[in-house]
């Protein structure tokens, strides 16, 4: 049977008198010692009980091993998103991908009307007034932006031109990407005299596709060129390039 240790020492104080020959301590440290009965928790280590050393109640050492064990995966955690932190860091401190590019009015001026075009056949619109080119994928040269990075990106236009009275208005503006055409914009009346338009789209593309506008064989843009507008930028880069 299980002796309560109070018990233990309330015969022991009345044996001696308030303890006079031994501390209430050392009483309690012996009355464990010679217990036999089997504790619920395991063994009873009394001089780490009575020492005051870690570890010593039953769950100490599980609690300690949590401790310890949760710890370390914070450790590991902290290490993961500072890594994370510089892999992303480098990742967009190198992809800064945008440009605009405007037509030069002065320099397109084919004729009395000053437009440019109609050709007989189709031609890339060389946007020559850059105004912003992060990561030099825009070449004003031939009008055309090449993807530096895979990813995902949106180009938009803006397509301006303006006539006479009575006369035509007929152009036609088309995105092409790698030869493919994505979208346009158009206009075949005599009943305006000016018009524009505008697109914007999300293009998936891989590293070297290409896209540029392009002007349809037999049309023109006249007047106030500076108006027609053609921008992009990646909207994400895909990181397993």
Same mark, same amino acid.
């Given at each position: 049977?299980?002796?309560?240790?109070?018990?233990?020492?309330?015969?022991?104080?009345? *044996?001696?008198?308030?303890?006079?020959?031994?501390?209430?301590?050392?009483?309690?440290?012996?009355?464990?010692?010679?217990?036999?009965?089997?504790?619920?928790?395991?063994?009873?280590?009394?001089?780490?009980?009575?020492?005051?050393?870690?570890?010593?109640?039953?769950?100490?050492?599980?609690? $300690?091993?949590?401790?310890?064990?949760? !710890?370390?995966?914070?450790?590991?955690?902290?290490?993961?998103?500072?890594?994370?932190?510089?892999?992303?860091?480098?990742?967009?401190?190198?992809?800064?991908?945008?440009?605009?590019?405007?037509?030069?009015?002065? *320099?397109?001026?084919?004729?009395?009307?000053?437009?440019?075009?109609? !050709?007989?056949?189709?031609?890339?619109?060389?946007?020559?007034?850059v105004t912003?080119?992060?990561? @030099?994928?825009? @070449?004003?040269?031939?009008?055309? %932006?090449?993807?530096?990075?895979?990813?995902?990106?949106? $180009?938009?236009?803006?397509?301006?031109?303006?006539?006479?009275?009575?006369?035509?208005?007929?152009?036609?503006?088309?995105? /092409?990407? @790698?030869?493919?055409? *994505?979208?346009? /914009?158009?206009?075949?009346?005599?009943?305006?005299?000016?018009?524009?338009?505008?697109?914007?789209?999300?293009?998936?593309?891989?590293?070297?596709?290409?896209?540029?506008?392009?002007?349809?064989?037999?049309?023109?843009?006249?007047? @106030?060129?500076y108006s027609?507008? %053609?921008?992009?930028?990646? *909207?994400?880069?895909?990181?397993?390039?």
């Amino acid at each position: 049977m299980l002796v309560s240790p109070l018990l233990i020492l309330l015969g022991v104080v009345s *044996l001696h008198g308030c303890a006079e020959a031994q501390s209430i301590n050392q009483i309690l440290k012996d009355s464990a010692i010679h217990m036999e009965d089997t504790l619920l928790c395991g063994a009873w280590d009394c001089d780490c009980t009575f020492n005051r050393l870690r570890g010593c109640c039953c769950a100490a050492n599980d609690l $300690f091993r949590v401790e310890d064990e949760t !710890f370390r995966r914070l450790a590991s955690l902290g290490d993961g998103i500072a890594m994370l932190r510089g892999r992303v860091g480098a990742l967009t401190a190198g992809i800064k991908i945008a440009f605009k590019a405007g037509i030069d009015p002065y *320099l397109l001026t084919t004729s009395d009307e000053k437009c440019f075009g109609p !050709f007989n056949t189709n031609v890339p619109i060389p946007y020559t007034l850059v105004t912003l080119n992060d990561g @030099n994928g825009y @070449n004003p040269s031939l009008g055309v %932006f090449t993807a530096p990075h895979a990813g995902v990106y949106v $180009f938009s236009c803006t397509v301006y031109s303006a006539v006479n009275l009575n006369q035509r208005l007929y152009h036609k503006v088309v995105m /092409v990407k @790698n030869g493919e055409v *994505l979208t346009s /914009v158009w206009e075949d009346n005599r009943e305006d005299a000016e018009d524009s338009g505008s697109h914007t789209l999300t293009v998936e593309m891989q590293r070297g596709d290409q896209v540029y506008m392009e002007l349809e064989s037999g049309r023109k843009l006249c007047t @106030n060129l500076y108006s027609n507008v %053609f921008t992009g930028y990646m *909207l994400y880069a895909y990181t397993d390039e």
